[in-house]
C-alpha cells in the first residue's frame, strides 16, 4: 500500500491497537529498525509496567505471538513497516513520521513536572507564612516581590514543559527534541 493510499481512517484503524503504537514507537527509538527480540520484551515491559529485564516468559510469549501473527503482518500490508517473518528483522519505513500523532508519547522518557510545581508551590506556602508572620528578612513589604517571583517562576516552568513536549522543536544549545 503506496503512502497515498494510508487514509486518516486508515491510519485511526492500524493504530487503534496499543502494540501497533507501540512497535512503532520502539522502532522510531531504535533508528528505524530492530530484531523482533528486544522489541517484544520492551512491548511487554510497557504493557505489565515494569523494566525489560523483569519481563516474564509468559508475559513476552504473549506480545510475541500477537506481534508475529497479528500486528507486525497487519504494519507490513498498511506499508508502515518491512517485516521478515524468517529472520525475525523490523524496519520502519520512510514515512515515520506521520505516524507521530498516532503514537503513545506517554511511553517517551519525561521529567516529573508535578514535582517541580510541588516545589515552586512549596516555597511559596512556606515563603507566604513566613511574610505573613513577619519572620526573618520577609516582612509584609515583601509579600508583592515573593508572590511576583513565584509567578514568574510557575511561568517558566510551564513554558519549559511545554517546549520539551513539542515533537520537532529545535531546542536551544543545539539539542535535538525527543
Known amino acids: 500500500m503506496s503512502d497515498s493510499e494510508l487514509t486518516q481512517a486508515k491510519l485511526?484503524?492500524?493504530f487503534s491497537n496499543a502494540r501497533r503504537r507501540r512497535t512503532v514507537q520502539f522502532l522510531k527509538r531504535q533508528g528505524g529498525s530492530c530484531d523482533l527480540a528486544?522489541?517484544?520484551?520492551?512491548?511487554a515491559a510497557w504493557e505489565n509496567d515494569t523494566d525489560p529485564d523483569d519481563v516474564t516468559r509468559t508475559q513476552r510469549r504473549r506480545v510475541y505471538i500477537s506481534l508475529y501473527q497479528t500486528h507486525l503482518p497487519?504494519?507490513?500490508?498498511h506499508g508502515i513497516v518491512d517485516w521478515d517473518p524468517d529472520g525475525h528483522?523490523?524496519?520502519l519505513l520512510p514515512s515515520e513520521d506521520?505516524?507521530?500523532p498516532y503514537l503513545d508519547r506517554h511511553l517517551e522518557d519525561q521529567r516529573q513536572w508535578h514535582r517541580l510545581y510541588a516545589a515552586v508551590t512549596a516555597v511559596g506556602v512556606v515563603a507566604f507564612g513566613l511574610s505573613a508572620l513577619a519572620v526573618g528578612p520577609l516582612t509584609t513589604a515583601a509579600a508583592p516581590v515573593v508572590a511576583l517571583g513565584l509567578c514568574f517562576a510557575v511561568l517558566v516552568l510551564s513554558i519549559v514543559q511545554h517546549v520539551s513536549r513539542r515533537p520537532g522543536l529545535a531546542r536551544p544549545f543545539g539539542r535535538a527534541s525527543r
Open 74 to 77: 497487519m504494519l507490513e500490508d
Open 38 to 43: 528486544p522489541l517484544v520484551e520492551q512491548v
Open 12 to 14: 485511526f484503524d492500524v
Open 89 to 91: 528483522e523490523i524496519e
Open 98 to 100: 506521520r505516524f507521530e
